[in-house]
């Protein structure tokens, strides 16, 4: 069963907005992450984030984590045509596989 | 620098026949995965390796099976498909000797349609 909710299901903004995913997920964590997959593409890693960490950045993107919420918010600044993808969040807990969630699909129109 | 590499691309196969999807990394890590992805479903777990020479079912295993056939290589069999197995599917790896807490690498995805 999934873990991870995204939310929005999907996003349409222009180019140069900011563009906000959040996930929410139901027990607890030891890692969340975030992966990007364009269409017809693998997934490709763009975050990590610790459950004893609250945010954590990575050029345009900022991630924050609150585990008292559980729940994760991916923002990506001053976005682009090239951001348009499928973000997908994933939680971790102790030696057991990701749990992956549904997805947003982000559409940045220039 | 290949990563993970997944063959064939697309495949299309008839109700009941058999068919091995390949995976391969060249990454030397100890974890590999495989999921399928649906359309509004995300990706689900079918099988892992935890390392070499171990296997685990994940969420949805009903239908297929797996061999870890070296640290590389772990293959996905279907036994005899059926038309619910049209997906999208995906192989993964992950350096766990770092810990479980490290990001997992993926192959373009195998198309596979059952008629």
């Known amino acids: 069963s999934q873990q991870g909710e995204e939310d929005p299901q999907a996003l349409s903004i222009q180019e140069g907005e900011n563009a906000t995913m959040n996930c929410s997920y139901k027990?607890?964590?030891?890692?969340l992450q975030w992966y990007r997959q364009n269409s017809g593409r693998g997934l490709v890693h763009l975050i990590l984030?610790?459950?004893?960490?609250r945010e954590k950045h990575s050029g345009r993107l900022r991630v924050t984590l609150d585990t008292s919420k559980k729940s994760s918010s991916l923002l990506i600044t001053a976005s682009r045509a090239a951001d348009t993808a499928s973000y997908f969040c994933a939680t971790g807990a102790g030696n057991t596989p990701l749990v992956f969630g549904k997805g947003t699909r982000l559409s940045v129109i220039a | 620098n290949a990563g993970v590499t997944q063959t064939p691309k697309f495949q299309v196969l008839k109700t009941g026949q058999s068919m091995t999807l390949q995976c391969a990394q060249d990454m030397n890590h100890n974890s590999m995965y495989w999921y399928r992805q649906d359309p509004g479903m995300g990706l689900r777990l079918i099988y892992y390796s935890a390392s070499e020479g171990t296997t685990d079912k994940g969420e949805v295993p009903n239908g297929y099976n797996v061999s870890r056939l070296n640290k590389r290589e772990f293959s996905l069999r279907l036994e005899s498909a059926a038309p619910s197995q049209t997906s999208v599917y995906f192989c993964?790896?992950?350096?766990?000797?770092?810990?479980?807490?490290?990001?997992?690498?993926f192959g373009d995805g195998t198309r596979l349609s059952i008629l």
């Open positions: 027990t607890s964590i030891n890692n």
């Open positions: 993964a790896s992950l350096d766990s000797e770092g810990g479980y807490g490290q990001p997992q690498h």
């Open positions: 984030i610790r459950s004893n960490e």
